[in-house]
Structures are given as structure tokens and as C-alpha cells.
């Protein structure tokens, strides 16, 4: 079985700066692009942050100038820097990624179990 395992949430006061972590591992062949994600109480999963086996990124609106997403291939490991971090950002955040688990097979998604972040004011 495939594993991402998410860590570095807390609680942190407005302004703060949190890293959060996802390891890969189990049946891992190749391991594609990889996001974040995140959702608050009462509202739907949205897109954080993404990065391609290449490097190239991508960042939701909010995101953009404070978040930062960065990946080591050879690690299975992804990283999502938050700073600046207002109590807007208080959510589950979740890490996704596109695995191979053989070669010749497909490709699918899978979902970490979610790291809580919660900022205070």
C-alpha cells in the first residue's frame, strides 16, 4: 500500500510560519506531480499549491507571494513553507500525488490523512 503521511501543522499566532512535510512511501515506482490541498470546516477541499516531476509550480490566489512548494524527487517528499500566515489560513491541509507503483502500470492519485493547521489572531 501507498502512504503519504503529512506533518508540520500546529497552531501558530498571525504573521507565523509553519513547513509542512508529506513522505511518500510503500510500492513506489515513480512519483509524479504532487499538491497541496486544503479544507476548512464547513467548506470544500481547494487547491493549494502544486509542483510537476519537472519543478514547474502552480498557486491558488492566496497563496501566491506567502506559500511556497518544493519537492525532493529522490526522497519521495513533498514540502508546502507558509508564511505570513493569517487565520484565513486555518484549515486541514492535505497532500496529493500521482504515484506509479510499477512499470506498466497506471498512474493513480493518492491522499494523505491531512495535517491541521490553525492560526490564531
Known amino acids: 500500500q501507498v502512504q503519504l503521511v503529512e506533518s508540520g501543522g500546529g497552531l501558530v499566532q498571525a504573521g507565523g510560519s509553519l513547513r509542512l512535510s508529506c513522505a511518500a512511501s510503500?510500492?513506489?515506482?515513480?512519483?509524479?506531480?504532487m499538491g497541496w490541498y486544503r479544507q476548512a470546516p464547513g467548506k470544500q477541499r481547494g487547491l493549494v499549491a502544486s509542483?510537476?516531476?519537472?519543478?514547474?509550480?502552480n498557486y491558488a490566489a492566496f497563496a501566491k507571494g506567502r506559500f511556497t512548494i518544493s519537492r525532493d524527487s529522490a526522497k519521495n517528499t513533498l514540502y508546502l513553507q507558509m508564511n505570513d500566515l493569517s487565520p484565513e489560513d486555518t484549515a486541514v491541509y492535505y497532500c496529493?500525488?500521482?504515484?506509479?507503483?510499477?512499470?506498466?502500470?497506471?498512474?493513480?492519485?493518492?491522499w494523505g490523512q491531512g495535517t491541521q493547521v490553525t492560526v490564531s489572531s
Open positions: 496529493n500525488a500521482a504515484i506509479q507503483t510499477q512499470w506498466g502500470t497506471a498512474w493513480h492519485d493518492y
Open positions: 510503500g510500492s513506489i515506482f515513480r512519483l509524479s506531480a
Open positions: 509542483i510537476t516531476s519537472g519543478g514547474s509550480t
